[in-house]
């Protein structure tokens, strides 16, 4: 299974940006889809989750009502919408796949599959 997450770049702060993640080698709806972040000299932490169908989904307190996430299995593809972005936001951002589909974890160390990460860089 290989995930490729695209759609970063430079935004003004305020604005926003969608990020795509797409899957290969695997059906996206076996797995539960999670998006992390990882700023420069800081640990990677959790974004926000989707169950397999599309139907449940986790947010970190600091995006919760801003960012959404969404899915769509028939096109092997999962949606981090990040709206009203915040110069402490500029990080890379990693797709990640578990195997459980019905999986709502914020560990990435429960994750078993990594995109290689795009870039957002959020200006003051």
């Known amino acids: 299974v290989q995930l490729q997450a695209f759609g970063g770049g430079l935004v003004q702060a305020g604005g926003y940006l969608r990020l795509s993640c797409t899957i290969s080698?695997?059906?996206?709806?076996?797995?539960?889809m999670g998006w992390f972040r990882q700023a420069p000299g800081k640990e990677r932490e959790f974004v926000g989750v989707?169950?397999?169908?599309?139907?449940?989904?986790s947010y970190a307190d600091s995006v919760r009502g801003r960012f959404a996430v969404s899915r769509d299995n028939a096109k092997n593809t999962v949606y981090l919408q990040m709206n009203k972005l915040r110069p402490e936001e500029t990080a890379v951002y990693y797709c990640?796949?578990?195997?459980?589909?019905?999986?709502?974890?914020?560990?990435?160390?429960?994750?078993?599959?990594w995109g290689q990460g795009t870039e957002v860089t959020v200006s003051s």
């Open positions: 080698g695997g059906s996206l709806s076996s797995y539960a």
């Open positions: 990640a796949a578990h195997r459980h589909p019905y999986a709502r974890s914020s560990d990435p160390s429960d994750y078993h599959y």
């Open positions: 989707i169950t397999w169908s599309g139907t449940m989904t």
